[in-house]
């Protein structure tokens, strides 16, 4: 079982920043590529950006620029530096990562708990 923990959210001030970390962790094999999503009220989950094992990044339009995902993977943890921040990025935030318990299991998909991300004007 893999179990992703994420901590960094809060308050935060239009202009400012903040960074979020999210580790694994658990009994596993290996944890593949790992992601940052959020979800404001009212609106559909979004995927912000995914870095694989080996350091490949992509970005959503509306956070390139901005957000920067960055991964340690002695730690098992992944982080998303998030500059420049707009009310509009107010949202639940929520890590993702594909992983596999046994090397000869199926790969499974695990969500963090979600941290609340607000940005006042």
Known sequence: QVQLVESGGGLVQAG????LSCAASGIFFRIGTMGWYRQAPGKQRELLATITFDGSTNY???VKG????S???????????MNTLKPEDTAV???NAGG???SVSRW???WGQGTQV????
Do not use: E, P, W
């Open 16 to 19: 400012g920043s903040l960074r």
């Open 60 to 62: 959503a339009d509306s």
């Open 66 to 69: 901005r957000f920067t995902i």
């Open 71 to 81: 991964r340690d993977n002695a730690k098992n943890t992944v982080y998303l530096q």
């Open 93 to 95: 935030y929520y890590c």
């Open 100 to 102: 596999q318990r046994t």
């Open 108 to 110: 499974s998909d695990y």
């Open 118 to 121: 607000t940005v006042s004007t």
